[in-house]
C-alpha cells in the first residue's frame, strides 16, 4: 500500500467516534498490516517532529550527531557560528554517508570520495575536478533537514512543510519546563534499548493508558498515588501526573527522594518525556517502529551527574528487569491476539474526569492516527 485509497481510509477507521465514551479502538490491520505500517512511516514518523538526543551532544561548534528516521539517514552538527544544522546524511556525488556515529569535525568529508563540506553543508571542495566542465562547488550543498531546538532536546522534521514543532505544541514548553527547569542542565547518565515483538502504535497504546496497571503493574502502583494519577490530552501530546507514593513502595525506595511528583508528557508520535520519583531526571522514551509487527525501544536516562546515584540504580534496575518486562509481554501478547480471527477492535474505556484508569489518552493517538491516514488518502 503506497497511499490507502479513501475506500481503504472509510474501512480502517469505522468504529472510531469523536466521543471516546461512544468509540471504539483502531482495527487490527492497523497493526498488523505492513501496508499500513508503510503509510505509518511515509505520512506519520516522516512528517512528525523525531527526537534524536540531549543539546548537550551537540552543544559546542564542530560536534555532530547521527540517526535514522523513517529508515533514512540523518546528521546533525552545530556549525562554527553556533547554528544547529541538519541534514540527510548524504554526499552528492556518490550518495555515501558524509558523517559516522558522533564526534567533532572542522569540515565534512566524506569518506568514499574525500569531497569537502563546510559545517553548514555547503560543498568546499572535492579532488581531481578542475577539469569537468559546467561543474560548481557553490551549486552543490547536502540536502537540509529541519532541525529544532526544544526543552533542551534536539528534534528533527523530514517534512518541510510541518509546523515548527514549538508552535505546535502550544503549552508543552512551559508544562515542562516548570516541572523540570533544570532539563537543559541535565546529563546523560544511562540508556536500557529493547527490541520489542509488536507494532509501535500498540507499545504507544499502552503507554498512553494506566488501565493496566492495577492489574499488570503492582509494583508502580505503590511507586505512585493512583488516586491522584490525572491524565490529559492536548493538540499534539498529552500529560500524565500522579503524586508519589505516599508510604513505602514496593518498586524502589524513594524515602530520600527530592522530586515527589510522577509526571510524563506524550509527544506526537513517538516520543515520551518522564520524571520519575527520585533526584531531578528526565528520561526519554522513543519508540522507532521498524516493521508491522517489531519496534525498537531506547530509555535515555539524563541525570544531575554522569553516573547513577544508588536510587537511581535502583529505579533503572525496577525499569528494566520489572516495569518493561511486565509491558513487554502486555504487547507482545495482543500482538499475537490481533493476529487472529478472533479480534478486529475493542471498546475505549473512557472515564469523563481524566483518571489515570481511562483510555482517553489512547482514544487521543488513534484520532492523530486517523488524521494522518485521510491526509494520506486525498493524494491517493
Not at 520489542?196 to 507499545?203: E, H
Request: proline content about 5%; overall charge negative; aromatic content about 10%.
Amino acid at each position: 500500500m503506497l497511499m490507502p485509497s479513501r475506500q481503504q481510509f472509510d474501512s480502517i477507521r469505522s468504529g472510531h467516534h469523536a466521543d471516546p465514551s461512544r468509540s471504539f479502538s483502531l482495527r487490527a490491520e492497523a497493526y498488523t498490516d505492513p501496508g499500513w505500517f508503510n503509510v505509518d512511516q511515509q505520512e506519520i514518523i516522516s512528517k512528525s517532529w523525531q527526537w534524536v538526543c540531549h543539546a548537550e551532544k551537540v552543544r559546542a561548534p564542530g560536534t555532530y550527531t547521527t540517526a535514522q528516521v523513517a529508515g533514512h539517514p540523518v546528521a546533525i552538527v552545530r556549525d562554527e557560528h553556533g547554528v544547529l544544522r541538519a541534514f540527510y546524511n548524504v554526499c552528492q556525488h556518490r550518495a555515501h554517508p558524509v558523517l559516522a556515529g558522533e564526534g567533532n569535525v572542522r569540515r565534512i568529508v566524506c569518506p568514499y570520495h574525500a569531497w569537502r563540506y563546510r559545517l553548514d553543508g555547503q560543498l568546499a571542495g572535492a579532488p581531481h575536478t578542475a577539469d569537468l566542465k559546467d561543474f560548481s562547488t557553490e551549486s552543490i550543498r547536502l540536502c537540509q533537514v529541519r532541525v529544532e531546538e526544544f526543552c533542551g532536546f534536539i528534534f528533527v522534521n523530514l517534512d518541510r512543510s510541518s509546523p515548527s514543532l514549538r508552535a505546535d505544541s502550544g503549552a508543552l514548553e512551559s508544562e515542562i519546563r516548570h516541572w523540570a527547569p533544570d532539563i537543559e542542565q541535565l546529563t546523560f547518565g544511562h540508556r536500557l534499548t529493547y527490541e520489542i515483538r509488536s507494532n509501535w502504535k500498540n507499545v504507544v497504546d499502552n503507554f498512553l493508558e494506566c488501565y493496566h496497571c492495577p492489574v499488570a503493574h503492582k509494583d508502580f502502583c505503590t511507586l505512585v498515588d493512583m488516586n491522584t494519577y490525572k491524565v490529559t490530552t492536548y493538540g499534539i501530546y498529552s500529560s500524565h501526573m500522579a503524586d508519589a507514593g505516599r508510604t513505602g513502595n514496593s518498586a524502589y525506595d524513594t524515602s530520600a527522594a527530592s522530586v515527589r511528583t510522577h509526571a510524563v508528557w506524550w509527544l506526537w508520535p513517538n516520543t515520551c518525556l518522564m520524571r520519575y520519583p527520585g533526584r531531578s531526571s528526565m528520561i526519554v522514551l522513543h519508540i522507532v517502529p521498524v516493521a508491522a509487527d517489531r519496534t525498537l525501544e531506547t530509555y535515555d536516562f539524563y541525570l544531575e551527574t554522569p553516573q547513577p546515584d544508588a536510587l537511581e540504580q535502583q529505579a533503572i534496575h525496577y525499569l528494566d528487569t520489572v516495569l518493561q518486562a511486565e509491558d513487554i509481554a502486555l504487547v507482545e501478547n495482543v500482538q499475537r491476539g490481533m493476529n487472529t480471527p478472533a479480534f478486529t477492535q475493542g471498546r475505549i474505556v473512557n472515564d469523563p474526569l481524566g483518571s489515570g484508569k481511562s483510555e482517553h489518552a489512547l482514544h487521543h493517538f488513534h484520532a492523530l492516527v486517523l488524521d494522518a491516514y485521510e491526509r494520506a488518502s486525498h493524494r491517493k
